[in-house]
């Protein structure tokens, strides 16, 4: 499976656009990129999911560059409560063994 | 669907005492994972099943860990003996095979004294 590389925290302020960037640079051909979203004391999240160029859904817009090494998970105009960790998965679509890493712990100011 | 449903939500037990943790995945979905999450290690799949069946358990810590899924609708992971390292809270997930959108339960948080 590809190893995931992102950013261990991040801060901003509500009403700005969040980009998380990940970095997997041994993707492979078959490999989907995923995001999850975790709050505290719960379980993670599905947010989005996308192979290649844009994915866009009500929640976040999912940014991949053509040589899919990378993948940036934009949040429009974040709250308070998009204060989350966020973590970004690599693998294949029919092996799906799951794998998080460290994630991105962001935290949203007033 | 309720979602997945995860059972006890806490559990505080003795050193040396067996734990069980159950877990009921979403209808119809045939992959089922098990989590630990801990502070200090993050989010570790423990193992994974799809259509019953363990297919990877490399994340089982040690022999005292034990997973089954007798039915489709059904998984338990044990504890046997228990110890204070083995803290931490413990997701269950579900999803069809193939989809990396999973669903996550609310988590069992064990304390070990």
């Known amino acids: 499976l590809a190893k995931t590389t992102q950013p261990i925290s991040m801060d901003s302020y509500e009403g700005q656009e969040v980009n998380i960037t990940c970095s997997h640079n041994n993707i492979a051909t078959n490999d989907y990129i995923t995001w999850y979203q975790q709050f505290p004391s719960q379980g993670p999240r599905f947010i989005i999911q996308g192979y290649k160029t844009k994915v866009t859904n009500e929640v976040a817009s999912l940014f991949i560059p053509a040589d899919r090494k990378s993948s940036t998970l934009s949040l429009p105009r974040v709250s308070l409560s998009d204060t989350a960790v966020y973590y970004c998965l690599v693998g294949e679509g029919g092996y799906n063994k799951l794998i998080f890493g460290a994630g991105t712990r962001l935290a949203v100011h007033p | 669907d309720a979602g ?105 948080r064990l304390t070990v004294v």
């Not at chain 2, 044990?78 to 997930?93: G, H, L, M, T």
């Open chain 2, 4 to 108: 997945v449903i995860q059972s006890p939500r806490h559990e505080v037990t003795e050193m040396g005492q067996e734990v069980t943790l159950r877990c009921k995945p979403i209808s119809g979905h045939n992959s089922l994972f098990w989590y630990r999450q801990t502070m200090m290690r993050g989010l570790e799949l423990l193992i994974y099943f799809n259509n019953n069946v363990p297919i990877d358990d490399s994340g089982m810590p040690e022999d005292r860990f034990s997973a089954k899924m007798p039915n489709a609708s059904f998984s338990t992971l044990k504890i046997q003996p228990s110890e204070p390292r083995d803290s931490a809270v413990y997701f269950c997930a579900s999803t069809q095979q193939g989809n990396t959108e999973a669903f996550f339960g609310q988590g069992t």
